[in-house]
């Protein structure tokens, strides 16, 4: 069955780093695209962007260019979510989620989540 | 950006009701579109795609329709366990958009 497993949560200071991983199984990693949702605490879905783990595409939200990075490790089937420069209003529950096809930001199948709490 | 409104924001209730929640795209987004069933403190769960085709495993209560602009989500015959918020998303195109999500409650 698929799986999305993510890494646990994280405290982290006003301007650090923040990697998230979500590591897939059940299904062939390389024929799906990998997307990324936020959702502050009490707040709505915000999508972050998707990583095509066919050809390693990418499309980021405008609000985190420059400050986000997703990349795929296809040896070990894993996703990673990288945001810098991290402020308060980035304290969040991170989702990764596989996508319907290798071309297409659409989840079918969501991870945990991570709780990621930028506090100084 | 393709703007997402849903309505109601919140709706009451009872089991065994028929629900419908709509969402519409402030312009047309052929049928890219996407529902999530959200239960607190869960991750989101995806029910439709396509605007009106079910994801593997949902149960055939959950139905959608629409194209353009306009789609409804119904849930024929409303269980215990689908109290919970939904939100639909476009993915016609970037940046994707979620609407802001209807909570349904117990009347």
């Known amino acids: 069955q698929v799986q999305l497993v993510q890494s646990g949560a994280e405290v982290k200071k006003p301007g650090a780093s923040v990697k998230v991983s979500c590591k897939a199984s059940?299904?062939?990693?390389?024929?799906?695209?990998i997307s990324w949702v936020r959702q502050a605490p009490g707040q709505g879905l915000e999508w972050m962007g998707w990583?095509?783990?066919?050809?390693?595409?990418?499309n980021y939200a405008q609000k985190l260019q420059g400050r986000v990075t997703m990349t795929t490790d296809t040896s070990t089937s894993t996703a990673y979510m990288e945001l810098r420069s991290l402020r308060s209003d980035d304290t969040a529950v991170y989702y990764c989620?596989?996508?319907?096809?290798?071309?297409?930001?659409?989840?079918?199948?969501w991870g945990q989540g991570t709780l990621v709490t930028v506090s100084s | 950006d393709i703007q997402m409104t849903q309505s109601p924001s919140s709706l009451s209730a009872s089991v065994g009701d028929r629900v419908t929640i709509t969402c519409r795209a402030s312009?047309?987004?052929?049928?890219?579109l996407a529902w999530f069933q959200q239960k607190p403190g869960k991750a989101p769960k995806s029910l439709i795609y396509?605007?009106?085709s079910l994801q593997s495993g949902v149960p055939s209560k959950f139905s959608g329709s629409g194209s353009g602009t306009d789609f409804t989500l119904t849930i024929s015959s409303l269980q215990p366990e689908d109290f919970a918020t939904y939100y639909c998303?476009?993915?016609?195109?970037?940046?994707?958009?979620f609407g802001p999500g209807t909570k349904v409650d117990i009347k």
């Open positions: 059940g299904y062939t990693f390389t024929s799906y695209g």
């Open positions: 312009q047309g987004i052929s049928n890219y």
């Open positions: 990583i095509s783990a066919y050809n390693g595409n990418t």
């Open positions: 998303q476009q993915y016609n195109s970037y940046p994707l958009t």
């Open positions: 989620a596989r996508d319907l096809d290798a071309h297409t930001s659409c989840p079918d199948y």
């Open positions: 396509a605007a009106s």
